[in-house]
């Protein structure tokens, strides 16, 4: 497959598919509540609505207010380039892409936090001080894994240290340690993606919310970029789990592969559904130990190998 | 030739503040002059850096100089020029930056001394990084920190200021005794004053340890590690913005040079030296930028920064020595070019921080973060250059911070594939710098937020105001290399690639080192993000106009009446972070609880010293001051016959030793 | 299967310890020692088939760190209403890193311990440490009495796997009296910490530094 080919297959996967996981997300937990709950493609119809609205715009903002929205969709697009998707090979690879990879992450949330600060809304900015606060934990977490995939694979770039053949060899071979390395991975997305335990994104309490209330003041195609950015964030880090999972039995055809990555992008969504619905939310100051605990996991992992 | 462009470039720069001396207080004359002078120097420099890069060998220059033991010999090789580059840019930028920011006319009493010390900094440092002989460079060494002392203490009148700038002498002359022991012992090695070639000493010799731990204590006060760094924020916060810019963005990189040149002496040192680095430089690096998110006065806070930098630096060193003990020539290839391009990187962007800090300054009239807000809208321009600085020193893409991090995270996987585990484990510090970079991201989105963002908390952030040309013309200038050094990072490959040979390392290690690091890619992924930002910016504007737009109120959850004292303070962002690092910081809070279902007046605040120099070093120098005026009160009597006892019992005493000497021999 | 399960074994035992090092509630912290319990109870039969003395130690421990003391520790927690341990004097996060470390510490130590050659890489010996090692961080850094109780049972699951190890040599009698040892202490220690729960009225240890003249 030629290049452009790949580049327009996976940025397609992408944009098209992202929007299902907060649908299956909000149906799963509508079953365990009992409600029929909105319709899987509902974040496809708020993102027509929200295009065609005028946005309100606080006289106390200025241009880094828009920065925010643009680099939420920007950022896990040019991240997503680096990932592979199941059978389809990341079409931007090089040693050391893993690192641009986790600190574009860090451009998006400069950006994301400086917007909710440029409301000069206390709230925002309680929610801004909370999302580096916490975020600073993460780092270091997904960077032991990295470490950790990158001493099994021999490579630093993630095409080589997801790609499916590797991980076949590496599963039977040190299964615990990318057990320990799965575990703090599936922690970090949740995290990251202002997920419960660590953020609950449906609280309608500004005191109690991390991410969601950064963008109380965005509205109309502005805020239909943050959603579709976070649907889109959502798919890419959800995606080094699901790639770090697939099992090791796998078909070698692509297109099998690729289908496999899809249904595990979505059983992801159907598993955060539930730890949604089963768990609640931490209090605030308990988030750091969670965070550190992962990444101890992590770096506990990273010791056995290097032994 | 090349030789002679550098030596005259140093000089102009040396007496750029001369003929300022010469001329009346009030005149402007002597500021153009001096500013003429730099633009010179640097134009000289710049042109030898370029020779020197074009030599195929490091070149040398000895001219006759009638000193015992000394011979004024220069050289400049790869690593000089890593350092010669940004002291010739950030001097020339500081100088024209400076004749706004400090005009001989508004400051005719201290404008000249300024002007003339400004220029020896320069010079001196220039020839720091080109001398080649132990003597000349202990000379222009001590001219360095003279001149930074008197540039510290710019106003003396102030009492804060000359106590900041004791606190940097006492530091820096503690280094240089280091030094000059260190100094003698390399001398003894080598049977001579000049320095030798890299990898010529053995460094399993037995004083290459003590050697080399005393150049890490001399140059590390120098560069502001971790427990050595007590006369940073004081003098950092003390000086005018374009003479702290170019003590922290440069003169502090002395002492890196200092031991990048003498680590590069020895061939296959022990493990312990780059351990030793990768430990302080991570503990400078982590505690450095939680101080900072702790501190309030911006000038502190960026002068805790540096400390941070130097750490990320000295983590880099600490990867390209291990690798050299270990013989792994693509770890110290990958260590090196990472501490190496950081030191250009942090050069500009910390300039460039400072650079703005003194914009808002200059137009508000204070240092704390908690008075401004809202600068963004009255001074669009330095928002715009600060946020550039900002996301460089963040270590972000597609600026140039980021780039050298990248690099040193490259080593540490370098080092973590490896199979002997003493180096493996070395990959365990990669994390810290993770942990570095997310917390300097909350640090600049406090500064950043709180300063630009949200509305004016005091009436002199109301009427912020641009800066003048020379200000920003000079900003802007530095703005265009952190953008290009990110956006198209090959351009210094050839400069790294020199250093990296120029450090004694084999021949293949540098082209090694950039298969590995292959920095197009980092450009084609910025072009990505950047063309994807730019669509995205098309179609939102386009919206915009298609869609009516309205102006409404910030949100305030309900709450009609929200003033701009009830946005987010620097305190209460930072306290989540200062809280978690409570165990390093020792923060001072003084908040009262809300208690009860109507609460009355209550207040937080936090303030955070230095643990090193506010809890330790200064009570422990009173505590010593108090026993010696305890002991000269014992001693003092005032009665002549004591005085008299003194002398006997002395007499007695020197009698005494001579005899038991005497006996000895 | 028997290798696949001494390999999983280990990091579930070594998790549960971190996780009691973590946690703040007390229930979920009972309940993770007997889970850890139970699991290391299944050690003598992974390492030495099904025999009698293997069952006999397994069903043992199964019984009295699985069920019979975790149970005697919730009533004494329901009798004596407490439910979370108190901030101790370094935190919980330190516990944890200082817990990791020691773990990471006892895996890479057990490689340069003198070993009978067929334990060499096994995960047995370092299991065995790091959760000695839990146990001690437990004992050392809590303040409550009860979860100095759990810091012991966790020190003893350690020593259990010890001596699964070595259960060929060791008669079978010795591993009863530690079991039965055990059994006696918790009781001991259910008493005590009533008698002190009726002089305070707290079950802080704290207090009990009162009593070093």
Known sequence: ?????????????????????????????????????????????????????????????????????????????????????????????????????????????????????????????????????????????????????????????????????????AWPAQGVTLGLALVTLLVVVLAENARIPVDDPNTHLELTMIHEVMVLDHSGPALGLIEYGSALKLWVLGGLVVQLSLPPLLPTDLAATTLLFIAGQLLLALLIGIIESVMARLPLPRVPALLIGSGLLAAFGLILILR | MTMNLLLTGALLLLVSGVPGLLLSRASGLGERIALLLVAAGTVCGLTGVAGVLRSPVPLL?????????????????????IFLLPIFIISFCGALYG???????????????????YGLLAGSMALVVLAANAVLFIIVWELMALAGYFLITTEDDKEPVRKAGYVYFAATHLGTAALLVMFVLLGQTTGSLDFVKPQSLDGTAPLAGLIFFLALLGFGSKAGFMPLHLWLPGGHGSAPSHVSAILSGVMIKTGIYGIVRVAGFYTAPPAWWGWLLLVIGTISGVMGVAYAIAQHDLKRLLAYHSVENIGIIGIGLGLALIGRSYHLPLLTGLGLAGALLHVINHSLFKSLLFYTAGAVIHATGTQEIDRYGGLIKSMP????????????????????????????????????????????????????????????????????????????????????????????????????????????PWVVQPLLRRAILDWGTELHTAAATFAVARLPWLSIAASVLLLVLLLLFGWLNWQRHRYPQQRGATWGCGYQFATERMQYTASSFADTLVSLFSWGLWPQKHDCKVLGTMPTESHFSSHTPDLVLDRMVLPLSTHIAQACRWLRRQLQQGIIGIYLLYMGLAVAGLLALSSLLGGAQ | MTEQLLQLLPFAVILLGFYVLASQRLRACVEAVALQGALISCYPLLLHGFEGQALMLSGGALLLKGIVIPLMLLRAMRKLQIEREIESLIGFIPTLVVGVVVAAGAFLFADTLPLALEHHHSLVVPTALATMGCGFLLIITRRKALTQVLGYLVLENGIYIFGALISKVLPAMVEAGVLLDLLVAVFIMGIVLHQIKREFSTLDTQPLTELKE
Request: charge should be positive; include cysteine.
């Open chain 2, 99 to 117: 004749l706004g920011y400090w005009k001989q006319a508004e400051h005719q009493r201290n404008g000249r001394k300024l002007r003339f010390c």
């Open chain 2, 61 to 81: 220059l000895h001219l006759p100089w009638s000193m015992p033991g000394g011979s004024l010999s220069l050289s400049a090789d790869g690593v000089a020029l």
């Open chain 2, 381 to 488: 321009k330095t928002a715009v250059l600060f946020v550039g600085a900002a996301v460089a020193i963040c270590g972000l893409p597609p600026l140039n911070g980021f780039v050298s991090e990248w690099l040193i995270y490259l080593g540490f996987f370098q080092a973590v594939q490896h199979s002997s585990i003493g180096v493996a484990l070395s990959a365990m510090f990669a994390p810290a710098l993770a942990l570095i970079g997310g917390l300097a991201v909350a640090c600049f989105v406090k500064v950043f937020g709180i300063t630009f963002l949200g509305n004016p908390r005091t009436e002199a952030a109301r009427h912020g105001h641009e800066a003048p040309a020379s200000m920003w013309l000079s900003m802007s200038l530095i703005l265009l290399f952190c953008c290009l050094l990110g956006l198209i």
């Open chain 1, 1 to 169: 497959m030629n290049l452009l080919s790949l580049l327009i297959l996976h940025s397609l996967l992408l944009l098209l598919l992202a929007p299902l996981l907060p649908g299956i997300i909000a149906k799963t937990k509508a079953f365990f509540g009992g409600r029929k709950g909105a319709p899987v493609l509902q974040l496809y119809f708020d993102l027509n609505r929200l295009r065609r609205k005028g946005m309100v715009v606080s006289p106390t903002t200025s241009w880094i207010f828009f920065v925010g929205p643009l680099l939420a969709v920007a950022v896990p697009l040019t991240a997503s380039l680096m990932l592979p998707f199941g059978g389809l090979a990341a079409p931007v690879r090089f040693g050391g892409d893993a690192i641009l990879f986790v600190y574009l992450f860090g451009l998006l949330r400069f950006f994301t936090a400086s917007a909710a600060l440029d409301t000069g809304s206390a709230f925002e900015g309680m929610g801004a001080a909370r999302e580096v606060s916490f975020s600073c934990l993460a780092e270091p977490a997904v960077l032991l894994v990295l470490l950790l995939l990158g001493r099994l694979a021999g490579s630093f770039s993630l095409q080589q240290m997801l790609a499916p053949q590797q991980l076949a060899v």
